[in-house]
């Protein structure tokens, strides 16, 4: 039996898309719990990629390297795929991969915030109502 041209095996396309915007990718990657917080960041210069400034509309490949600011944190981020549509956590964690030293630096800063606030002098800040009490009195006595 001999086989025919169309037997052959062709290669096959990936399945998902080839490029993705990015403020969708960031979304989908579960980064922002909407696109238009994804867009605002992104406007805002807290999403960096390859090393440049970029618009919401700028499409993401596959290896490209994202330099992401939340809050205090600071990640740095490498694509290892793409989707538009939000899935499970499990599934968005499979699109990227933080590196090393990312994540190093991520538990250095977050130490170092510990540190920070361990050291303030208990009893500072807001007076007690009976140091209130006692500053009232001080206050309204005339001399």
Not at 3 to 9: E, H, L
Not at 13 to 28: E, F, H, N, S, Y
């Amino acid at each position: 039996m001999s086989r025919k041209s169309s037997d052959k095996k062709t290669p096959r396309q990936p399945v998902g898309p080839q490029k993705t915007r990015i403020d969708k990718w960031l979304w989908a990657a579960r980064f922002y719990k909407t696109r238009s917080l994804a867009s605002e960041a992104i406007k805002g210069g807290k999403v960096h990629v390859n090393g440049h400034r970029v618009k919401p509309s700028r499409e993401v490949e596959v290896g490209d390297t994202l330099n992401l600011r939340q809050g205090f944190d600071e990640k740095t981020v490498v694509v290892l795929a793409l989707s538009d549509k939000r899935g499970p956590a499990i599934v968005a964690q499979q699109l990227y991969r933080e590196t090393d030293e990312s994540v190093a630096r991520r538990e250095k800063e977050k130490e170092l915030r510990q540190l920070a606030s361990a050291q303030r002098p208990h009893g500072e800040g807001r007076p007690t109502k009976r140091s209130r009490r006692l500053i009232h009195r001080f206050t309204r006595s005339e001399p």
